[in-house]
């Protein structure tokens, strides 16, 4: 049984350009929240998707989109990059309404 | 959501020693649970303690929950190198609703 998978492992991009994560999420699971996390610091939450929507939202610009497919894998996007947004970013998946959260490793993202 | 905060923001001991963590929150919750993260990689789930519970144990891990203090410890007992991570609570509550995540302790086993 898979866990949680992210895709790719590494990116680097340059100021301004888009970036696309991608996500599937552990066997059974249906929510798949996302988390950047910056160097030294804790992960901070994005967003959450369940049922294809987007259902809680943290305090992040509209340039950070989403979406959640039928299958409930998952895509986190940014626009315009900026040199701050250089950070792991995590997929957590969870069955709705099961507390606990299934990460992925991560994705690297360098913004030059 | 709330997140917790945890304390100390670093902590450094031998193996074998105990680790002693701790986090507090603002207001009520369902649970809390407590990560763990490697270097570099994601989270991973350790424990959950419920509302009604006061300590829980798992393995070497023993959690405590007071939420007249609105407070949680997480003592790891015998410490291992491989204990070396960062450590973040997670306040609970409405089943459904995001984790938000504190900044962490982190801990360094040395042998």
């Known amino acids: 049984d898979a866990g949680v998978t992210q895709s790719p492992t590494h990116l680097i991009k340059t100021r301004g350009q888009q970036v696309t994560l991608r996500c599937s999420p552990k066997?059974?699971?249906?929510?798949v929240s996302w988390y950047q996390q910056a160097l030294g610091q804790g992960p901070q939450f994005i967003f959450q998707y369940y049922e294809e929507e987007e259902r809680q939202r943290g305090n992040f610009p509209d340039r950070f989109s989403g979406h959640q497919y039928p299958n409930y894998s998952s895509e986190l996007n940014v626009n315009a990059l900026l040199l701050g947004d250089s950070a792991l970013y995590l997929c957590?998946?969870?069955?709705?309404?099961?507390?606990?959260?299934?990460f992925g490793s991560g994705t690297q993202l360098s913004v030059l | 959501s709330q997140q917790g905060e945890e304390d100390p923001q670093a902590l450094s001991i031998q193996e074998g020693e105990n680790a002693t963590m701790n986090c507090s929150y603002k207001t009520s919750i369902n649970n809390l649970q407590w990560y763990r993260q490697n270097s570099g990689r994601g989270l991973v789930h350790l424990i959950l303690?419920?509302?009604?519970?006061r300590e829980k144990h798992s393995g070497r891990l023993r959690v405590t929950l007071d939420t007249s203090k609105k407070s949680s410890s997480l003592l790891i007992t015998a410490s291992r190198a491989a204990d070396t991570a960062s450590y973040f609570c997670a306040p609970g509550h409405q089943a459904g609703t995001a984790l938000i995540f504190g900044k962490g302790t982190t801990l360094s086993v040395s042998s």
């Open positions: 957590a998946s969870s069955r709705d309404r099961v507390e606990k959260l299934f």
């Open positions: 303690i419920r509302s009604n519970e």
């Open positions: 066997s059974g699971h249906d929510t």
